[in-house]
């Protein structure tokens, strides 16, 4: 069986492709991390590849651990799937005791506390906003490779902190980090590109050693990034990136979509793949993702896999405020999860405190929720419990089947058959615990408390995660690559999205992007939402610019019997510049 299987026309040509330079446009829902896993194992199946010589790099330790699991299932042991800054981490490990004749520095554990050091001596009282604020900035002219004096010129300031003292804050911070032996996340791939282009032994090893360079999600990639990625490859040209141009979300940190709307000028014999085919989402909601990005740089034009749309066309609902926004969305949920489980379903929304009325009005209808950015799943302390007791049991199993040994164990933490009540810790804990239990009911006919645990034990060393029933709670920008049957965006009006400081053309351009992720997480229906007033009641609110680019692809809907609106209140007819033409009371921006 070939590694090149089940794929189409499109994923086959980018997975048979093994010689870079490959650059894979690949669409939301289009199979991206399917080509990478296949490419990598159709490589090492034909010998054109050696495991231990390929390296992928991701952005998150979540996606790399997805690699490793799926490349596990697809028999390839030995490929190093890591994120740029474990990559580069376990390098300046294992070559600084040769080069400097010491240990490496330690990692600052905590640079809010360190900048708060630096702030004292310099008799400087910022608040701890403030200084977070500070930090991010810190992050952003390390990763687009600005000197502090580079930086200053700028002009800018952070809150109460004006250039002339924000300049010497960073200066500050540097010279306690370098009094204590410490590096900060981003002076970690500084520091390994430094040793790079210093130490030409050094460079020669890592070259040697990795021969074969994937790099997914490469329209996020910063200047640092790329640099190091230069110097990794050397002259070679063994690399295959892969991206979506309007993916990019993460432009403040420093990421920068030219790499990869450039890559062909930059290898002008590069292979060039385009993967529009979307196998996630029906036509109707590709209809609006496509209305969106519509002549935007680097957009593609999605096509369903499915073919004709068989599902509802996505609709817009404004309500009367917040709470009626909470209350109506919550209610059609209730009402979706008669035929839909709780885990096919999500709400999205710009940030998080949006997130606080949405669960208040599903836990008083009894449905548990999960908010995506917490503690992953392995690290939660009843999963710990629960692994270490199914461990356990696997050194003297009682023979009674091995389901039935899994609940025993799970039975002994206290877990109990009937859920708790919706909201809180004792719940959580339940759904955390039957997931385990739902895996062991799903495991393949022969699996044993031994092999269990052992898949257990590498699906926290992946970070290969399970999924909870429940409704799941996200920012857009934690949604980034998951998917849902069915997805809520809530807030979708001016100053929430786009957000109120997206003032610039480019800022707005995130914006949109953003709503673009967050629509195509949707696979069978997507109900957007917006409120009038906030449950403050400061002012009344415009629909979202957004809405009137996609204009016809979105049905106008009604509130849901909990929220409380106006027929026809979904209208999302609007001017460029977000106002309605018929209402001079929702034009006050």
């Known amino acids: 069986m070939s590694a090149l299987d089940g794929l189409d026309e499109y994923q086959r040509e980018a997975a048979a492709t093994l010689r870079g330079p490959v650059v894979v446009l690949a669409g939301a829902g289009a199979g991206k991390t399917r080509v990478i896993t296949h490419r990598i194992a159709h490589g090492v199946d034909t010998g054109a590849y050696s495991p231990q010589r390929v390296m992928a790099v991701t952005f998150t330790t979540k996606a790399a651990g997805e690699l490793r699991g799926r490349l596990r299932a697809l028999g390839i042991e030995g ?24 240990e490496a520095p330690r990692i600052v554990d905590n640079k809010v506390k360190l900048l708060a050091h630096a702030a004292d001596a310099l008799r400087l009282r910022p608040d701890r906003a403030t200084l977070r604020d500070v930090a991010a900035q810190i992050e952003w002219r390390k990763v687009t490779m600005r000197s502090i004096e580079q930086y200053g010129r700028l002009g800018r300031s952070v809150g109460t902190i004006r250039t002339e003292a924000l300049v010497e804050l960073m200066t500050q911070y540097e010279k306690l980090k370098d009094e204590r032996r410490q590096l900060d996340f981003e002076d ?32 996020d990639v ?74 935007r740089p680097g957009a593609l034009t999605l096509v369903s896999g499915a073919g004709e749309s068989t599902s509802p066309k996505p609709e817009v609902v404004a309500y009367a405020d917040d709470q009626a926004e909470a ?59 629960a692994v270490l007791a199914i461990r356990a049991a696997a050194v003297a199993p009682h023979g009674n089947g091995f389901v039935d040994e899994v609940r025993t164990a ?56 399970l999924s909870m029933r429940t409704v799941t709670l996200s920012t857009l920008h934690a949604a980034k690559g998951l998917e849902w049957p069915h997805v809520h965006i809530i807030g979708f009006s001016e100053g929430l999205l786009p957000i109120s400081y997206a003032s610039t053309l480019e800022g707005v351009d995130e ?19 917006w409120a009038r007033q906030s449950a403050a009641g400061r002012g009344e609110r415009a629909p979202s610019r957004f809405l009137a680019e996609i204009g016809p692809q979105l049905a106008q809907g009604r509130p849901s019997p909990g929220g409380r609106g106006t027929p026809g209140a979904g209208d999302a007819s609007a001017t460029p510049a977000g106002r309605p033409r018929s209402s001079a009371r929702t034009s006050t921006r």
């Open 79 to 102: 490929v190093s799937a890591k994120t740029f800054h474990a990559a580069a981490l376990a390098q300046l490990n294992y070559f600084w005791p040769q080069v400097a004749g010491d």
């Open 511 to 529: 914006e949109r992007r953003l709503a673009y992720v967050g629509i195509t997480r949707a696979a069978r229906t997507l109900s957007i939402s």
């Open 327 to 385: 209350e109506g969305v919550a209610d059609t949920i209730a009402r979706r999860m008669q035929n839909a489980r709780a885990d096919e379903i999500a709400v999205l929304y710009r940030s998080h405190a949006q997130s606080a009325g949405i669960q208040q009005a599903l836990a008083a209808r009894g449905i548990a929720t999960t908010v995506l950015g917490g503690r992953r799943f392995f690290d939660m302390p009843e999963v710990r419990q």
């Open 188 to 219: 970690v791939l500084l520091a390994c590109a430094g040793m790079l282009e210093a130490e030409p032994r050094v460079a020669v090893a890592v070259r040697e050693q990795y021969r074969h360079f994937t790099v997914d999600e490469f329209q």
């Open 222 to 295: 910063s200047p640092l990034q790329n640099r190091l990625l230069e110097l990794w490859l050397g002259d070679r040209r063994d690399l295959c990136v892969v991206g979506d141009a309007s993916q990019t979300i993460y432009s403040f940190t420093g990421a920068d979509s030219r790499y990869l709307l450039e890559f062909p000028t930059r290898y002008p014999d590069a292979t060039v793949v385009r993967l529009e085919r979307n196998y996630r989402s029906d036509a109707a909601v590709l209809d609006v993702a496509n209305a969106l990005m519509r002549g």
């Open 410 to 465: 799970l039975r002994g933490l206290g877990h109990q058959d009937e859920a708790p009540a919706a909201g809180g810790a004792v719940r959580d804990a339940w759904e955390a615990r039957s997931a385990i239990l739902r895996l062991a009911e799903e495991a393949p006919e022969g699996t044993t408390l031994r092999s269990f645990a052992d898949d257990l034990m590498a699906r926290a060393k992946d970070q290969h995660e």
